[in-house]
Nanobody
Framework: QVQLVESGGGLVQTGGSLRLSCAAS????????MGWYRQAPGKQRELVAT?????RTNDAESVKGRFTISRSENTVYLQMNSLKPEDTAIYYC???????????????WGQGTQVTVSS
């Protein structure tokens, strides 16, 4: 079993910055992908950014140039700059990992952290 604990959300003004963190632990054999999704009220969950095992990153067009994803061992970060009200959402980290006990690859989700950007 793999557990994800995320933190760093909060309330900021338009143009402000936040840094989200997500630490993976547990029976991890290997990690293939880590990243972030977000879900705003009344909207579907959307992919924000990903960090693959080969170091490749991908950002959604809506956050490109403002958000930066990075990774250190089993922790993934999301640096969010120039925040806009439309960035308001619950942000969920995820990891695609092979479990060291079952050797099954699954996607695991964090508990979510609220990001609110005031106008």
């Amino acid at each position: 079993q793999v557990q994800l604990v995320e933190s760093g959300g909060g309330l900021v003004q338009t143009g402000g910055s936040l840094r989200l963190s997500c630490a993976a632990s547990g029976s991890i054999f290997s990690i293939y992908t880590m990243g972030w999704y977000r879900q705003a009220p009344g909207k579907q969950r959307e992919l924000v950014a990903t960090f693959t095992s080969d170091g490749r990153t991908n950002d959604a067009e809506s956050v490109k140039g403002r958000f930066t994803i990075s990774r250190s061992e089993n922790t993934v970060y999301l640096q969010m700059n120039s925040l806009k009200p439309e960035d308001t959402a619950i942000y969920y980290c995820y990891v695609e990992a092979k479990d060291s006990l079952t050797y099954i690859t699954k996607t695991y989700w964090g508990q979510g952290t609220q990001v609110t950007v005031s106008s």
